[in-house]
């Protein structure tokens, strides 16, 4: 009897590179996130994410990118189109930049 497919997740916390070092190919990074490489490759052409590539041109994203990818699909499966996503994790991106900011200072922690 086959088994139900289950989503794969990333290492555990223990085995995981750092969150910036690019180690999954497309292949890994689309199986890890549940899109396909062509909608990784749809989401770099509207500028949603930038892998990084190898000397080869090869795209290699970071565990970042994961949990971004993940973010962007979950946006998307809400019906918000790739323009209003992008919008969203701009502000989503100030909004961090601003609270750590706030942190830094002694400011309030909400």
Do not use: F, K, W
């Amino acid at each position: 009897m086959t088994q139900p497919a289950r989503e794969p997740a990333p290492p555990s916390d223990g085995d995981q590179p750092p969150s910036d070092q690019a180690v999954y190919g497309i292949s890994v990074a689309a199986e890890l996130t549940g899109c396909t490489p062509e909608t990784l490759r749809l989401y770099e052409r509207r500028n949603l994410l930038t892998p990084a590539r190898t000397d080869g041109g090869t795209r290699r994203y970071t565990n970042d990118d994961i949990r971004r990818i993940r973010r962007i699909a979950e946006l998307s499966a809400t019906g918000i189109n790739l323009t209003g996503v992008a919008h969203i994790l701009a502000l989503e991106s100030e909004n961090l930049e601003l609270r750590n900011r706030l942190t830094d200072r002694g400011g309030p922690d909400r």
